[in-house]
T-cell receptor, first 108, second 114 residues
């Protein structure tokens, strides 16, 4: 069945640092891939998505590229802000299979 | 509001009692999903509705769990004879029923079993 392996957290970075959160998946075919984010005290919300190989999803300065050859969808941001502190979840398909989540804390 | 609405936001009940959790999806969204978020298990899929039918119930953990959806809109998740391991945040999401469509999540119901 489907599975998602996500970078273990927590991750603590200084403001303006470069961020990478790794995500790899196991699935048949070409599943849609998503990053969801959960800010403190808020519900889950979509951050970005990609629906086919080599697609790049982007939003709020975050990017992730659908790499079929490495079955990966790593999340990146060039310069993080304190407001990016949240828990990030990688997920796939319509019936979402989630990774375990990565808690990110940005220190001013 | 235009978002997914869940009620109650918090529920505390005694072991062995039945509970009903409600989800009001975004108008026009034909797909509805229930998930469970718990410390030990992360985010788990429970059930998917397409309209009023549930083609995928594979995530329901036991026969104590059931869900229904009426009028292609509101859904209720029922847990009978609750156990302490049922304590979790139960999340509902809705979307248009097409591949690649993002799901919109409610704020969840935090269920605590004493």
């Amino acid at each position: 069945g489907d599975s998602v392996t996500q970078m273990e957290g927590p991750v603590t970075l200084s403001e303006e640092a470069f961020l990478t959160i790794n995500c790899t998946y196991t699935a048949t075919g070409y599943p849609s891939l998503f990053w969801y984010v959960q800010y403190p005290g808020e519900g889950l919300q979509l951050l970005l998505k990609a629906t086919k190989a080599d697609d790049k999803g982007s939003n709020k300065g975050f990017e992730a590229t659908y790499r079929k050859e490495t079955t990966s969808f790593h999340l990146e941001k060039g310069s993080v802000q304190v407001s990016d502190s949240a828990v990030y979840f990688c997920a796939l398909r319509k019936k979402l299979t989630f990774g375990t989540g990565t808690r990110l804390t940005i220190i001013p | 509001g235009a978002g997914v609405s869940q009620s109650p936001s918090n529920k505390v009940t005694e072991k062995g009692k039945d509970v009903e959790l409600r989800c009001d999806p975004i108008s026009g969204h034909t797909a509805l999903y229930w998930y469970r978020q718990s410390l030990g298990q992360g985010l788990e899929f429970l059930i998917y509705f397409q309209g009023n039918s549930a083609p995928d119930k594979s995530g329901l953990p036991s026969d104590r769990f059931s869900a229904e959806r009426t009028g292609g809109s509101v859904s209720t998740l029922t847990i009978q004879r609750t156990q302490q391991e049922d304590s979790a945040v139960y999340l509902c999401a809705s979307s248009f029923d097409r591949v690649g469509q993002p799901q919109h999540f409610g704020d969840g119901t935090r269920l605590s079993i004493l």
